[in-house]
T-cell receptor, first 113, second 112 residues
Framework: DVKVTQSSRYLVKRTGEKVFLECVQD?????MFWYRQDPGLGLRLIYF???????EKGDIPEGYSVSREKKERFSLILESASTNQTSMYLC????????????FGPGTRLLVL | GENVEQHPSTLSVQEGDSAVIKCTYS??????FPWYKQELGKGPQLIID?????GEKKDQRIAVTLNKTAKHFSLHITETQPEDSAVYFC???????????FGSGTRLSIRP
């Protein structure tokens, strides 16, 4: 079974703090994704990576950066957290290629005060 | 870019009845349409998908239909059970894209 784990289920941070969200997958998947989930807006893609050290912007990359130093790990970084980044963050992974099934982690609910 | 609209946003049905969730997409080049189910406290999980070369696909109590001309696709759940309560997301992608575009989600509740 594919397993995608996220470092925290709940996180509370202050405005202006630097925030790291970590994601690890154990199935040797090439592709990894970061989404944010907000009521009424569905899942919106922030960044994705199709290989180590490779990254591509998704639909809402502003205010975020990512890092992929190892194949199994994909980090989302909020350089200076703001209240409008309060959200549920979901990480996913998939095999290489297009239209492959994405496997999601349980999510990190981030509250920025 | 691609836009996927999903309706309704919430749906409540009596246990044993059927539930239908509908989505429309804007990009005529889209050819892959997955459906994901998100249970409480979990990440979304793929439950069924359909490609544009077929009009319907069934898997036990779940079926998906696709109308390419009208650019809409639907999820049908028959004989609903309590464990069907969840948030359902439709999505669409084209073969030249690395990403999929999700709809806004439908919260399905099954009344006992």
């Amino acid at each position: 079974d594919v397993k995608v784990t996220q470092s925290s289920r709940y996180l509370v941070k202050r405005t202006g703090e630097k925030v790291f969200l970590e994601c690890v997958q154990d199935m040797d998947h090439e592709n990894m994704f970061w989404y944010r989930q907000d009521p009424g807006l569905g899942l919106r893609l922030i960044y994705f990576s199709y290989d180590v050290k490779m990254k591509e912007k998704g639909d809402i990359p502003e205010g975020y950066s990512v890092s992929r130093e190892k194949k199994e790990r994909f980090s989302l970084i909020l350089e200076s957290a703001s209240t409008n980044q309060t959200s549920m963050y979901l990480c996913a992974s998939s095999k290489s290629g297009i239209q492959e099934t994405q496997y999601f982690g349980p999510g990190t609910r981030l509250l920025v005060l | 870019g691609e836009n996927v609209e999903q309706h309704p946003s919430t749906l409540s049905v009596q246990e044993g009845d059927s539930a239908v969730i509908k989505c429309t997409y804007s990009d005529s080049a889209s050819n892959y349409f997955p459906w994901y189910k998100q249970e409480l406290g979990k990440g979304p999980q793929l439950i069924i998908d359909i490609r544009s070369n077929v009009g319907e696909k069934k898997d036990q109590r779940i079926a998906v239909t696709l109308n390419k001309t009208a650019k809409h696709f639907s999820l049908h759940i028959t004989e609903t059970q309590p464990e069907d309560s969840a948030v359902y997301f439709c999505a669409a992608s084209r073969s030249s894209a690395s990403k999929i575009i999700f709809g806004s989600g439908t919260r399905l509740s099954i009344r006992p």
